[in-house]
């Protein structure tokens, strides 16, 4: 789960951060391209009803990702976002799995070059209602590479990309780092970590020329970046569970000193010393997406709840695309899909349909059974009315791990329980076993046999 990072100087943090989990950095990723960029809000839709409280009225599992039988052996992932500008989705992942000896599954032990952290990706803006053909940054070779290096002389050690945003014609991203010391591997280290910014210099390349911007390490406000007029906010859940949010000029992002802070909506902007949160969270809620919806004409935030057994949503209490809407704060929670070990749930704001202005998708990783590093790929009908208390939208076994329509079964499947362990550290796979898998370039899919969820 991404936690809050204590706004400390890297060594510092590696000294005090011993016993956390490793994924306490994984967060907001920004790329930096030297192209201009569209990238402005969508204009609002008059919505049928005000919306200050969301549900879910339908939700399908569309397919795994990336997609079965895709050209880099890729398995999956624990994490994912996406920024879209124009016809292309820029993503990042968090760790991903790769069958390196085309055996159909990852062994820990046949292929130990086979698992990576996160990395940056490239998707064509297809119909997100066959799922997503995404490739990774990759060398000439094809190796699949991470987002960038780490620095061993600085006992840099891993590093995690997230979300991509958008600032003065140029995409950015930030990073956690994983310290190490003494250096990386080294039985008995002391771990700790940072946040760090980037950017990439060459998008439209297989290699997307990621760069560092800024000082390495010391940025605490990175989750869920998002442009609003000339104004990038970006956000951090402290220790209180508070969400506080931070702002820079969309022109100086990569200047720590430039950033301001949200004070409360008196005083409203001042030095991060005088925070308030705007919101409040709930202990172990999962880091928010936020961003604006055209269709509710408000902002929406997204997010791992009840403890990671759900995914719950809030909108913002005031309608608008504006700065004033975004500040003032956001309504309570409502529960938008059960979905037990929902570990890392993002919703893909920049993937919509035409046809369906309620439609939005999301991933999901880190499902039940252990079943790590196992991405899924949902549509779900936004509706200001709550459902039938009844109604079920996660299926379990059912729709996660059977066969799916197409070419025939998930090619990189699930572990396999029967194993010793039956996790990640084990590593034993079986090929045949997974959720539906539709070609995401084609337009026609065979008949499942398989059982599937009830209409909506």
Known sequence: M???????????????????????????????????????????HAGPAPFEKVYASRARLVSRVPASGNDQKLIGFDGASSFVVGSTAYWSTGDLLIDGNGDGFYSKYDEPFGARTGTIGRAPLRRPDKGVDLTVRHNADGVVLAALQPNRANNECLFWPNQIFEADSKLYFFFGIQYEY?????????????????????????????????????????????????????????????????????????????????????????AEGNAVPLAQMEA?????????SAYLNRFLMVYSCDVFRAICARTAKLPGQTAAALESGFNEKTLLLDHPASFYATWHSGYTDGKHPERIYLTTA????????????????????????TRTFYYGARDLYRDGPGVGAWNYATYDLSAAGGGLDVGSMVPGVGPPTPTPTSRRSAPSSAPRPSPA
């Open 284 to 292: 172990l809620d999962g880091a928010p997406k936020i961003a604006f």
């Open 182 to 270: 003494p250096p990386c591997n080294v039985q008995g280290h002391t771990t700790g970590y940072g946040i760090g910014l980037g950017r990439l210099t060459n998008p439209t390349t297989d290699d997307f020329g990621p760069v560092r911007e800024g000082t390495d390490g010391d940025w605490t406000y990175y989750i869920s970046p998002l442009k609003v007029g000339g104004f990038v906010y970006t956000f951090r859940i402290d220790a209180s569970s508070g969400l506080q949010v931070a702002r820079v000029d969309e022109k100086n992002v990569a200047s720590r000193g430039s950033y301001q802070y949200w004070t409360g909506p008196v005083t409203r902007w001042g």
């Open 366 to 389: 880190r499902q039940p059974g252990g079943r790590l590093y196992y991405a899924t790929w949902w549509e779900l009908d936004l509706s200001a009315q709550p459902p039938s208390p």
């Open 2 to 44: 991404p936690l809050p990072v204590p706004a400390r100087s890297a060594p510092t943090q590696a000294r005090t951060c011993g016993g956390v989990l490793r994924r306490v950095c994984l967060t907001s990723l920004a790329l930096l391209a030297g192209t201009s960029i569209s990238g402005s809000i969508p204009h609002a």
